[in-house]
T-cell receptor, first 113, second 114 residues
Framework: GEDVEQSLFLSVREGDSSVINCTYT??????LYWYKQEPGAGLQLLTY?????DMKQDQRLTVLLNKKDKHLSLRIADTQTGDSAIYFC?????????????FGKGTKLSVKP | NAGVMQNPRHLVRRRGQEARLRCSPM?????VYWYRQLPEEGLKFMVY????????ESGMPKERFSAEFPKEGPSILRIQQVVRGDSAAYFC????????????FGEGSRLTVL
């Protein structure tokens, strides 16, 4: 069935780059998404990439998509303590509505000062 | 422009009671989604509604769970005869258009079943 896999934890030092990786199974997904969840809060859409793109850059965020390997990554440049949160990768469910997203379990990013 | 509003933020119920969770979408959004997040898990899709219609309920458990989005008022997720396994965070999201994964999430309602 459909599945999205992420590593559960990542720890970096302030100022370093963070790279969060994700693999997905549904090759027909039109869009792939990165959401951020801060403690006690709902998810916030960070960025998304259309499936015919290889890369998308948005300020400190860079998304790389390797469609052949079904691998998605999120790079955060110059990571700050305010970036500490859980980051979820998501794809649209095959055959479902676009808002029916399959989420990974999330990667908890800890940023050490 | 207020975001997605969910209430209550925290709800405690005893086994066998009913839980009602409410969600008011962002202004101008007519598409509402409910997701459930179990401890240490990602979010799982439950149901997608437009005003007065259930569009996709493929993630809803077959029994005890129901959802509505009436013409007036908030969307409601109703869980009858709650069990301990229903303890989770329930997130509502809304979007302005139909075919998009750009969802705006509320802060969630955390249900604890004793």
């Amino acid at each position: 069935g459909e599945d999205v896999e992420q590593s559960l934890f990542l720890s970096v030092r302030e100022g370093d780059s963070s790279v969060i990786n994700c693999t997905y199974t549904d090759s027909s997904s039109t869009y792939l998404y990165w959401y951020k969840q801060e403690p006690g809060a709902g998810l916030q859409l960070l960025t998304y990439i259309f499936s015919n793109m290889d890369m998308k850059q948005d300020q400190r965020l860079t998304v790389l998509l390797n469609k052949k390997d079904k691998h998605l990554s999120l790079r955060i440049a110059d990571t700050q303590t305010g970036d500490s949160a859980i980051y979820f990768c998501a794809e649209s469910s095959q055959g479902g509505s676009q808002g029916n997203l399959i989420f990974g379990k999330g990667t908890k990013l800890s940023v050490k000062p | 422009n207020a975001g997605v509003m969910q209430n209550p933020r925290h709800l405690v119920r005893r086994r066998g009671q009913e839980a009602r969770l409410r969600c008011s979408p962002m202004k101008g959004h007519s598409h509402v989604y409910w997701y459930r997040q179990l401890p240490e898990e990602g979010l799982k899709f439950m149901v997608y509604l437009q005003k007065e219609n259930i569009i996709d309920e493929s993630g809803m458990p077959k029994e005890r769970f129901s959802a509505e989005f009436p013409k007036e008022g908030p969307s409601i997720l109703r869980i009858q005869q709650v069990v301990r396994g229903d303890s989770a965070a329930y997130f509502c999201a809304s979007s302005p258009t139909r075919d998009t994964g750009e969802l705006f999430f509320g802060e969630g309602s955390r249900l604890t079943v004793l």
